[in-house]
């Protein structure tokens, strides 16, 4: 039985699924706008992953860890304004799924920038509590100019 299971939050209903996603979102999109390195910091545990697909970085590009990630989104936070973070309407709702044997809430999203709408996946993987602080996140952005 893996953490997800002893802990009791895979039985989490869709609206705390959903809650714990929105909440994440809405905690980056107010760091990333505001510069806030802190706060951005408590939102990624030390093996997160960031794969840009074209929306941020304009190639396909893998950031891995932490600081990398940080460094990422300060380099191009300020020029592309990301904002608007939202789950994806109209899309499979937040999900209980396992990724390589690891239990995760997956969830689709989209975003704006100053150059176009994007849409990615979000994946949260350390669930200790509802808020999700510090989890382990994985995001894949995608461009959709």
Do not use: C
Not at 8 to 20: D, I, K, T
Not at 95 to 116: L, M, P
Not at 130 to 143: D, F, K, L, Y
């Amino acid at each position: 039985m893996n953490v997800v299971e002893q802990s009791g939050v895979a039985a989490w209903s869709e609206s705390v699924r959903h809650a714990a996603v929105a909440g994440w979102l809405e905690r980056f999109e107010v760091a990333l706008g505001d510069g806030d390195a802190d706060g951005l910091s408590a939102l990624f545990g030390e093996e997160s992953h960031w794969r840009d697909l074209v929306a941020f970085t304009w190639h396909i590009r893998t950031f891995n860890g932490r600081d990398a990630i940080l460094d990422g989104f300060d380099a191009r936070a300020a020029g592309l304004k990301p904002r608007n973070f939202n789950i994806a309407e109209g899309r499979t709702a937040p999900a209980w799924v396992k990724r390589v044997g690891i239990a995760t809430i997956e969830a689709i999203i989209t975003f704006e920038t100053e150059t176009g709408r994007a849409s990615g996946v979000l994946r949260l993987l350390d669930f200790y509590g509802v808020e999700t602080s510090g989890a382990n996140v994985v995001i894949v952005g995608r461009s959709n100019i």
